[in-house]
């Protein structure tokens, strides 16, 4: 079944370490694809998003993602994450589907960052 | 400021009593959507509508209804909510049906049927 897959659901880190965050969709075709992230109690906000040109994307706060179309994948990564970043991820793939233009999310990574 | 609207944040209910969750947004946006959240499975989509008066189901449409009398109105309907529809639910809204249309969502309803 076509689908958003991310593979890590809880992650726990100390300040100032590197995270990846893994995402990969089984669609065939245009995507386009995005990364939210929802804070304790609040509501989802985009952090960036790929269309086209460049693979490598930044986006706000520090983090980027990178497109490889041959994996479909689209990691998110920060070099250095802060108690702040601690909130739930998600992965989404906007795509073509019989018309519908879905927007598809993953099942979320729950990012716990320890002082 | 734009933004999504969605009333009530939080509402407790009963088995069976018909509720509505409004949504409102002031970005002349064509295409909106009610996803529902739940732990381990992301946000899967309701219903959307890619216009005023067209509607069509998501991923879970059952035990749900949606109306688009208006650009900026999405009301989301229970007609006999039950404890499987115990969720957070969120609404969301695009410029339009092209697919590098940013989403955005508003502050969510969590819903707890008993």
């Known amino acids: 079944a076509q689908s958003v897959s991310q593979h890590n659901h809880h992650v726990i880190l100390s300040e100032a370490a590197s995270l990846e965050l893994g995402c990969n969709y089984s669609?065939?075709?245009?995507?386009?694809l995005f990364w939210y992230v929802q804070y304790p109690g609040q509501h989802l906000q985009l952090l960036l998003k790929y269309f086209s040109g460049d693979p490598l994307v930044k986006g706000i706060k520090g983090f980027e993602a990178e497109f490889i179309k041959s994996k479909f994948s689209f990691n998110l990564r920060k070099p250095s994450v802060q108690w702040s970043d601690t909130a739930e991820y998600f992965c989404?793939?906007?795509?073509?589907?019989?018309?519908?233009?879905?927007?598809?999310f993953g099942s979320g990574t729950r990012l716990q960052v320890q002082p | 400021e734009a933004q999504v609207t969605q009333n009530p944040r939080y509402l407790i209910t009963v088995t069976g009593k018909k509720l509505t969750v409004t949504c409102s947004q002031n970005m002349n946006h064509e295409y909106m959507s009610w996803y529902r959240q739940d732990p381990g499975l992301g946000l899967r989509q309701i219903y959307y509508?890619?216009?005023?008066?067209?509607?069509d189901k998501g991923d879970v449409p059952e035990g749900y209804k949606v109306s688009r009398k208006e650009k900026r109105n999405f009301p989301l309907i229970l007609e006999s909510p039950s404890p499987n529809q115990t969720s957070l639910y969120f609404c969301a809204s695009r410029k339009n049906r092209e697919m590098n249309t940013e989403a955005f969502f508003g502050q969510g309803t969590r819903l707890t049927v008993v």
């Open positions: 989404a793939v906007s795509h073509m589907d019989t018309g519908r233009r879905a927007l598809t």
């Open positions: 509508s890619m216009n005023v008066e067209v509607t």
């Open positions: 669609y065939g075709g245009t995507v386009n």
